[in-house]
């Protein structure tokens, strides 16, 4: 039988229909899918881990102030996984979700591999040995032209042997000006010192509490040190801990809360005083504070918040305040704290310290349950630094003032001739940051210390790359609200991948370079024997628990402390403060933080975006929340892009009506709007501090900007 | 298919014009001849991707030693006797050579497989390298803990009625991915699944989260 072409179309047809039929094609793709997932060998190697044993390296997350305790599993010499450390007094085994995407921070591809110097607006590759010795020549120019106090350091953390360095250099070389990016705690430490007359660290004890008055802290969040917030979150639910959150927003904190009270933002302390009041009218305050040192002029100062007055201005009705300063004063531990969202910005001294007065009031000051006023840490007792007739010329001029006022006159282009910055990205993270950019950019000599290629150090002459935080040996001090603050230590996990240095030894290396009095005010021979050398007879302590703090007994000793303290300046910064509350009818724009979105100099790894939502982030674009209300005013729909704009600055971003946010507010996620990193980081939504102008407080002087008046236009 | 043949004889033989209408009857039969060749087709290629193919696609091994689960439930007692959680919460999978030897230190009764494992493995101290049915690519990330700790599921759920089984059956590895057959499962279309530990795909656990938790889960809970 001879077949023909019309025939054997007709088998094949009949074979076609007859496959499809049958599982055969199918499975064959299921399977063949499954052996490309694993094939290994050229050309294609597809990533398989190394199998083997795990071990496992204890340190500490500085992804945050957190200062959580972490155990990283290891296989071979790669980490594959951070767990939260069990037993440690931070975080007890817990961890959040960006202490887990850490290591994509540490793999990632915006890692900054080799040191780095800019010409012609690229940037090349140069050796250690050459950019240490360059910068060494340009800020020997410097100093020899006689304005050595024009050379600047930005510090992305204050405390710490690390900025203590730095700080120390920029000294040594005969500048003042040294700063770090302020955060809750340094409004906190400033209140303190004003309040007691001494400087100190706050923690609360809430675990203890039986009322938490949140002015705008997100517990819930990422305020404080988050996994441990959490922990006593979840705790209250069995002591029956109630908590109220004042802000505009309705937050994970406060969707979680006894009570949501979305007060006007910015009039926190307005509220606080309000409650003082009333605690103080109907005379439901613990005595022992009138012993204070000008009480009467709190009782005369609160006086004037009636509940009337303050409900005119925070748009909170008379009653619910009478209501929650009652609860409040009837608790037998209530405790009140401040610092909006995260905590990263500080809150105005107004605000703080009327936080403070009313834990006074109620007596929670150094008592369980209640604020914790503890010594500022003060292990790093170098000797002061040698300086050379250069240097003491320049520590005679006068500081720069604020880290705003420098950044001012960083503009000029001549006032600050050389400014470093040390994990620091100001030209992302400061209000007005396109202005600020700008001074960066007018600034003749940049050195960026830091791992990542973020916006800072993309506008720096030189990048001097670092260990990352999972590849150094360090002391690592958090405060982050802990009862009792510690001491911990960062220890290497991994043998650093890439061409990095130690920030400590990068430092001591650029000093020895300048030779002379900076030189010798650095007498050790690298950054681990300053190490041990600071810690002297705690080192072996310190590194064989990782961590050192006080006794519970050395903490709470001082219960006496409202006795001694002074309501002076509460009353001075209301002074001070008064008429500040713009009545504008234009909507506020605030900023709000989130678990799920990184914060300062760390970019969002892209396993914490993956868990945003969609009416946050879509796409590249973010979502604002509006209330339907105030929608409908501006003639906006739900869904619709939007133009914003504020004084700052204007910015494209869609709308989500909600009533999750109050009437008049404009709430955008803070974190977003990158333009560094790289591709998965780098062009999602708008930098929400580029559309906050700074706000200086007048009596700390920190920038305090969190409301500004926005505009809709219609895209 | 002779006048099939004879038709395109002759059409070529006329220089292709011949008349249409005195082609009626060798078309009916054409027709015919034409199903009967599609139908032949069409069954070899069912009974080739029914029958065939799945003969073809798996190897069969039989395990390095057999071994009775029933017998070892009724011993040493439940499944995590010898498939145990450990202290930090991971689970041991298939046990190792230290968990038997506990008990098999020497030969116990007088079976052959029973001195061959004692011979081959106890005594040389190497490990039995088991065939494992369930074993996942390494894209896959799984928690044993998450799911019994947790969830408080058993065994057989997933796995099937292991610990009443007399005898280890053949393993089939599958020549072109090398995984086991049990997890695409023995039903080679995949539709007919009459148990849930009939097979172990992506959709087996989606369908189960979607049912117990709400939700498919996200791509990146088990391919990290
Ligand atoms: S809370 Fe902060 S310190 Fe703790 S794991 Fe998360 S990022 Fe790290």
Redesign the interface.
């Known amino acids: 039988?001879?077949i023909?072409r019309?025939?054997f179309l007709?088998?094949?047809?009949?074979?076609?229909?007859?496959?499809a039929?049958?599982?055969?094609p199918?499975?064959?793709m299921?399977?063949?899918s499954?052996?490309s997932?694993?094939f290994r060998g050229l050309p294609i190697e597809v990533p398989?881990?190394e199998d083997g044993p795990a071990t496992y390296v204890d340190s500490v997350c500085s992804l945050c102030p957190g200062g959580c305790g972490i155990s990283v599993r290891k296989i071979g010499k790669r980490a594959v996984k951070i767990e939260g450390r069990p037993g440690y007094p931070v975080n007890d085994g817990g961890v959040c979700l960006l202490g887990i995407s850490g290591l994509q921070l540490l793999y990632g591809p915006w890692r900054v591999t080799g040191p780095r110097k800019k010409v012609n607006g690229k940037w090349k590759p140069v050796s250690w040995d050459q950019a240490l010795s360059e910068i060494a020549d340009r800020l020997a120019d410097i100093r020899n032209s006689g304005r050595p106090h024009s050379i600047a350091a930005i510090s992305g953390r204050a405390k710490g042997t690390v900025p203590g360095l730095l700080k120390r250099f920029v000294s040594a070389a005969g500048s003042p000006n040294f700063f770090n990016i302020p955060a809750n705690d340094d409004a906190y430490s400033y209140a303190i010192g004003r309040m007691f007359g001494r400087a100190g660290a706050v923690g609360f004890d809430f675990e203890n509490s039986d009322f938490v008055l949140c002015l705008g802290s997100g517990i819930l969040d990422g305020w404080g040190s988050p996994v441990r917030m959490f922990q006593a979150h979840s705790s209250w639910k069995n002591s029956g801990t109630k908590t109220v959150q004042v802000e505009p927003r309705l937050s994970n904190t406060a969707a979680k809360a006894d009570a949501w009270i979305p007060a006007k933002p910015g009039t926190e302390a307005d509220l606080a005083l309000g409650l003082a009041n009333v605690i103080i009218r109907d005379g439901m305050y613990n005595r022992q504070v009138e012993r204070g040192r000008a009480f009467g002029r709190l009782v005369k100062l609160v006086a004037d918040y009636t509940p009337a007055r303050v409900s005119a201005t925070t748009g909170v009705k008379e009653e619910t305040i009478e209501k929650l300063a009652a609860q409040f004063a009837a608790a037998r531990r209530p405790l009140a704290i401040c610092g909006r969202g995260k905590g990263h910005t500080p809150s105005p001294a107004r605000e703080v310290m009327a936080t403070i007065a009313l834990n006074a009031l109620m007596g929670s000051i150094n008592r369980s349950g209640g604020m914790i006023v503890s010594p500022e840490f003060d292990y790093i007792k170098w000797d002061e630094p040698v300086l050379d007739q250069s240097a003491r010329t320049g520590l005679s001029a006068s500081p720069a003032g604020t880290l705003t006022d420098l950044l001012k006159q960083a503009a000029d282009g001549s006032s600050v001739q050389a400014l470093f910055l040390l994990e620091a990205n100001p030209a992302y993270t400061m209000h007005d940051a396109g202005t600020v950019k700008k001074a960066i950019d007018a600034v003749p000599l940049v050195v960026s210390l830091s791992s990542y290629m973020d916006e800072s150090s993309n506008l720096a002459d030189y990048i001097l790359p670092l260990h990352s935080y999972l590849e150094r040996m360090e002391d690592v001090p958090v405060t982050a609200a802990l009862k009792i603050p510690l001491v911990s230590l960062s220890k290497p996990v991994v043998e650093p991948l890439y061409d990095t240095r130690h920030p400590g030894d990068v430092i001591i290396q650029l000093a020895r370079e300048m030779g002379g009095s900076i030189s010798d005010s650095f007498g050790w021979d690298n950054y681990e024997a300053c190490l041990r050398q600071t810690f002297g007879a705690k080192w072996a302590k310190l590194s064989a628990d990782g961590y050192i703090r006080k006794s519970t007994l050395e903490t709470f000793i001082d219960t006496a402390l409202t006795g001694r303290m002074d309501f002076t300046p509460l009353a001075e910064a209301c002074a001070n403060s008064s008429g500040r509350q713009k009545n504008s009818k234009d909507a506020l724009l605030v900023p709000y933080d989130s678990m799920r979105i990184a914060a300062d100099n760390i970019g969002t790894p892209p396993?914490c975006l993956?868990t945003v939502s969609d009416r946050v982030l879509k796409k590249n674009m973010i979502y604002v929340d509006v209330n339907p209300v105030t929608a409908r005013k501006a003639g906006v729909a739900d869904g619709r892009t939007v133009t914003l704009e504020t004084p700052a600055g204007k910015a494209v971003v869609m709308v989500n009506v909600t009533d999750e946010v109050a009437p008049g507010v404009v709430a955008m996620p803070r974190g977003f709007g990158h333009t560094a990193y790289d591709d998965y980081i780098k062009g999602k939504g708008v930098n929400v501090n580029e559309l906050l102008m700074p706000e200086e407080d007048p009596v700390s002087g920190f920038d305090v900007a969190c409301v500004t008046p926005v505009k809709f236009t219609k895209a | 298919?002779s006048a099939?043949?004879d038709k395109?004889t002759d059409a070529s033989a006329s220089g292709g014009t011949a008349d249409p209408g005195s082609q009626d009857s060798p078309k009916d039969k054409g027709g015919l001849?034409?199903l009967i060749?599609?139908?032949?087709?069409?069954?070899?290629?069912?009974v080739?991707?029914?029958v065939v193919?799945p003969k073809v696609?798996y190897s069969t091994r039989e395990q390095p030693i057999q071994f009775n689960h029933a017998l070892h439930v009724e011993e040493a007692g439940g499944c995590d006797s010898c498939h145990y959680f450990r202290e930090d919460g991971t689970f041991a999978g298939v046990p190792t050579l230290d968990a038997c030897v506990d008990c098999h230190e020497s030969a116990i009764g007088d079976s052959e497989e029973e001195a061959k494992f004692v011979e081959n493995y106890v005594e040389p101290g190497i490990e039995v390298p088991w065939l494992v049915y369930s074993r996942q690519?390494?894209?896959v990330f799984f928690s044993h803990a998450a799911h019994v700790k947790k969830a408080g599921m058993d065994c057989v759920t997933c796995h099937g009625p292991v610990g009443e089984s007399t005898s280890l059956k053949p393993y089939q590895e599958?020549r072109?991915?090398?995984?086991s057959r049990d997890i695409?499962g023995y039903d080679?279309?995949?539709i007919f699944k009459k148990h849930e530990w009939d097979s172990m795909k992506m959709d087996d656990c989606a369908r189960c989260h979607e049912r117990e938790t709400g939700s498919k889960g996200?791509c990146?809970q088990c391919h990290k």
């Open positions: 039988m001879k023909d019309r025939s007709t088998l094949v047809a009949g074979g076609a229909v007859g496959t039929l049958s599982p055969l199918f499975k064959l299921d399977d063949i499954i052996w997932q694993n398989v881990p396993f993956k | 298919m099939l043949d395109s001849a034409m060749t599609f139908i032949i087709g069409l069954v070899g290629s069912l080739v991707g029914w193919f696609l690519p390494d894209c599958n072109i991915s090398g995984y695409w080679i279309s995949g996200a990146f």
